[in-house]
């Protein structure tokens, strides 16, 4: 007979059993006409849960996969009534007592049931309260627990209908809701009101859910949640194995009654820029593993998550500074390493407010990590290099597909200065295109490797002039790192001499790990290499006759160590890490400190030639900040003062870049808060014998908890970049929805 369509529950027609569970029961041990469906199997005799009709809750084996959900949509207009059920032989309805009969010598007793069976002495005592736990059939894909304050069950359709703090346990995923109606037929689930889905802990909150137990595919209306992005791909799954060891996992009450967020961290984050990252970061750099989401609709199953009118951001508070909008989002599986990531008019919406299109609108995730670019603003790299591209240049790195073990990303560039300069507007000429190559990757647990190449302009006939390359393999030894490199044209600044161009290097570099000293606080390390070198030379005797500036070839071989040790002179206490206090213009909250450090570094090198350059030089600086940036204005001031001073050698290398010429040297900077994100600063160091500056650099920078942008310059250098920083976080607790007032409460605390 084919079974009619299912609607939401309402008290039960006269043709229905009602099933009140009055306790929870033991695993089943299914048989032929058991109770597998909602009471203990073990003994049928003086159970509580017993039926004199059993053989209608037996599962159906034929499942039409292509039939309409057996469980519709509610709708507004109408009150919900439910169907009657078209039944040829009528029987008298099969009624259950809700009180439990007194169990038999061979009846076993729960062993972690909720509440105690009531007395045989007191059998008017009330347990219609307490939580109910219930082993649903679930062939194929094994035992699966519901557990709520009331379970009603309807044998003829075979419709269970639970209410009050549901929570149904499957597998690796929890169902949570005020309502819920399971079709134990095909397998459908339909929960209302505080709904929560949690798949591999990925927890998902909404208005309604859909899911079907045999297929691992659900829908979810006006949800929200978490992605932990490593994850995903556990997801994906399609192992009805895993299924069946859901009576392994305890159920979790508190799904649904978690505080909110506390413990907020930012571990490090990601860099976009043409210049050094961690000029932008301060602190590490890695990938975004956790973001929080809103969508209209979220469906998924095993081939997939699909969203309609998603919000995705790395900001644990509401209303977030940074958001990724799109209009629609797919997320599928390549293979075992790789997903692919879809979108539709994707943008960024900065403090909820300016909206930036996205150009590119696929990504691949690799392992879960959303790749850097994915949310950069920029719609290409800015730099600045006065010396190999004319001055400001834009590039658009493009990540290529890992080839084996390695990640290949080249950068077209385009020298903006050049064209207005000395191409005179020549949108054609060659020179005013480059490209820049990058290539990394493991080897091995222990072994690494590096490679850039870049051509600053495609007038071959300069080639000699635009071309530069390094090659760098990295190998673990111990505590130890062993680096075999070989560059061609390395860019090196020194000092007084500014930029130096080495022709060609090839050798290997052996350096220490950081070696604490005993309680001393004293810290050491030491590094010694051998290369070959082609670098400029002035030395007469190493050049030509009447040769003043030439290339030389030598060995090189050199060993250095250093000591350090810092001083906390004085440290205040940050502010609570929450949206409006310590984490209002920084992603982490800032430390008012004074620190001190002194270093003592010693060198010596050998050269071919005969010639032998050592050193000796100590070094102090007094760093700190004061304020916590909090404030709008004047709330945050990052200071540094140092000095260097040469004790023993001199400039003897025969080779420019490494020739010691700057004996004593003053440095200092200073970075303040303007007005709110706003903070601008300098950073100098100046030769104190010849009162030559150095080095030079202008730093403007708009800082935003969950995002930043830097723009840097040095004068004397004739480099700068613009850079953008996306943070990363991790939290603990609920957090709330994206619309939700600044002022919204929530108990944040530093971990």
């Known amino acids: 007979m084919p079974l009619p369509p299912m609607l939401p529950a309402v008290p039960p027609p006269p043709e229905s059993a009602e099933v009140v569970l009055v306790s929870a029961v033991v695993a089943s041990q299914s048989g ?3 109770m597998a469906a909602i009471a203990s199997t073990d003994s049928v005799v003086a159970s509580p849960l017993s039926l004199s009709g059993v053989s209608l809750l037996s599962p159906l084996l034929a499942i039409d996969d292509g039939s309409e959900p057996l469980i519709p949509e509610p709708t507004d207009s109408e009150p919900l009534v439910p169907v009657e059920p078209a039944i040829e032989d009528t029987e008298a309805p099969v009624e259950v007592d809700s009180e439990p009969l007194n169990p038999g010598p061979e009846s076993p007793q729960p062993e972690n049931s909720e509440a105690e069976p009531p007395e045989p002495e007191s059998p008017d005592t009330p347990v219609e309260d307490a939580p109910v736990e219930t082993e649903l059939p679930a062939e194929g894909v094994g035992s699966i627990l519901l557990r709520a304050d009331r379970q009603e069950f309807e044998p003829v359709r075979q419709v269970v209908t639970a209410t009050g703090d549901v929570l149904v346990q499957f597998g690796t995923g929890q169902l949570a809701a005020d309502r819920l109606w399971a079709n134990l037929v095909n397998r459908h689930l339909r929960a209302e009101g505080n709904v929560f889905f949690n798949r591999n802990n990925q927890i998902i909150e909404g208005a309604t859910a859909t899911y079907n137990l045999l297929q691992g595919a659900g829908t979810i209306t006006e949800s929200r949640g978490e992605l932990e992005l490593p994850a995903l791909e556990d997801d994906f799954s399609t192992d009805s194995a895993g299924l069946g060891q859901g009576s392994n996992v305890p159920l979790d009450y508190r799904l649904q009654n978690q505080r909110s967020i506390s413990q907020v961290t930012s571990p490090g984050g990601i860099a976009l820029a043409t210049g050094d990252p961690q000029v932008l970061l301060g602190g590490e750099q890695r990938p975004i593993e956790r973001v929080r989401f809103e969508a209209e609709q979220i469906s998924f199953d095993a081939d997939g998550w699909y969203g309609e009118q998603v919000r995705l951001t790395n900001d644990p508070f509401s209303p977030p500074d940074l958001e990724f909008r799109a209009n629609s989002v797919r997320l599928t599986p390549i293979n075992e390493l790789e997903d692919e990531l879809v979108f539709e008019n994707p943008r960024l919406v900065f403090n909820q407010g300016l909206s930036i299109p996205l150009f590119r609108n696929r990504f691949v995730l690799t392992r879960g990590q959303l790749p850097p670019e994915a949310l950069n603003p920029l719609p290409a790299g800015i730099g600045i290099d006065g010396r190999d591209r004319g001055g400001l240049y834009v590039e658009a790195p493009l990540p290529i597909n890992r080839v084996g073990p390695l990640n290949v990303t080249i950068a077209p560039q385009f020298f903006i200065s050049r064209w207005l300069g000395a191409s005179n507007y020549n949108i054609g000429d060659p020179a005013n295109f480059g490209l820049a190559a990058q290539v990394e990757g493991s080897l091995g647990p222990r072994t690494q490797v590096l490679g850039s190449a870049s051509l600053a302009g495609f007038d071959l006939a300069n080639f000699s002039e635009r071309f530069r390359a390094s090659f760098r393999a990295r190998q673990l030894l111990g505590t130890h790192r062993l680096t075999l490199e070989y560059s061609y044209r390395d860019r090196l600044f020194n000092g007084s001499l500014g930029y130096q161009d080495v022709q060609n290097t090839i050798g290997a570099l052996l350096e220490s790990p950081v070696v604490a000293l005993g309680n001393s606080g004293i810290d050491l390390t030491y590094q010694v290499s051998g290369q070959y070198i082609t670098a400029n030379t002035d030395r007469p005797d190493l050049l030509d006759p009447g040769e003043g500036i030439g290339l030389a070839s030598l060995f090189r071989f050199q060993g250095s160590a250093d000591l350090t040790r810092n001083f906390l002179l004085w440290q205040g206490q940050p502010l609570p890490a929450t949206a409006t206090e310590g984490l209002r213009y920084s992603p982490r909250p800032l430390v008012p400190n004074l620190a001190l450090g002194v270093g ?37 001031t990052q200071f540094n003062i140092g000095f260097r001073h040469t004790l023993v050698g001199g400039d003897t290398s025969p080779f420019l870049f490494d020739r010691a010429v700057d004996r004593n040297v003053l440095s200092g900077g200073i970075i303040q808060q303007i007005y709110g994100p706003f903070l601008a600063g300098f950073q100098a160091s100046i030769n104190v014998d010849s009162g030559r500056t150095i080095d030079s650099n202008l730093i403007f920078e708009y800082r935003r908890r969950a995002y930043g942008l830097l723009v840097t310059y040095s004068p004397t250098q ?34």
Do not use: C, M, N
């Open 600 to 636: 003592l570094r010693s060198g010596a090198t050998y050269y071919t030639s005969s010639d032998f350059q050592e050193s000796l030089e100590t070094r102090v600086i007094l760093s700190g900040q004061l304020g916590h940036l909090q404030r709008k204005t004047f709330d945050y």
């Open 32 to 34: 032929p006409g058991g």
């Open 718 to 751: 004739e480099t700068g970049f613009l850079g953008f920083r996306l943070s990363g976080f991790d939290w603990v607790g609920r957090t709330a929805p994206f619309d939700s007032p600044p002022d919204t409460p929530s108990d944040v605390v530093v971990q």
